[in-house]
């Protein structure tokens, strides 16, 4: 037998150190980040629907729906989170979101992020995902009520 050390910690240390790596390349990385620049997974939001709206600033349609989308997270029947179009940052975000009134969510999307929908061509664009975080509906154009109406409906089945 050979003696890899005087005691056996260190290959204990060596061996943990191997199955955090292990471990840690396992997990995704997040897909986005929020306004404080932390990393944010579609897994935080698991058991529950989620819709996911893209928005700029300068987007009149995207400025009006957003008080519609910000009563709709309050309700709590399906998490609401805004991803900023344009290139951004942390603070940047957190300025949006006093500045135009934004309650919900901001979040700047990752470049390398594994999204189960495609950057949008034309905004507002919405994705619902499902509680296990599938795609449901990709809505394109201002929500109105109606629709968002139609969502709850179609979340809750």
């Not at 790596?21 to 396992?26: E, I």
């Not at 944010?40 to 058991?47: K, P, Q, T, W, Y």
């Not at 709709?72 to 805004?82: D, M, N, Q, Y």
């Not at 009134?101 to 999307?109: E, T």
């Amino acid at each position: 037998m050979v003696r890899v050390s005087g005691s056996g910690k260190e290959l204990k240390r060596i061996c943990w150190l191997i199955v955090a790596g292990l471990l840690g390349a396992c997990t995704p990385a997040p897909e986005f980040t929020d306004a404080k620049g932390q990393p944010v997974s579609l897994h935080h939001f698991a058991g529950k629907p989620l819709l996911i709206n893209y928005f700029a600033p300068w987007c009149a349609p995207c400025l009006r729906e957003m008080p519609r989308l910000n009563r709709l997270a309050a309700e709590g029947e399906i998490a609401v989170v805004a991803i900023n179009y344009d290139p951004t940052t942390p603070a940047e975000l957190d300025k949006m979101a006093v500045q135009y009134h934004i309650k919900v969510q901001l979040l700047i999307a990752n470049e390398d992020a594994k999204l189960p929908f495609p950057r949008p061509s034309g905004l507002p664009t919405s994705y619902l995902l499902d509680s296990e975080g599938k795609l449901k509906q990709t809505l394109v154009g201002e929500l109105d009520q109606l629709q968002i109406e139609m969502l709850k409906a179609t979340s809750a089945k």
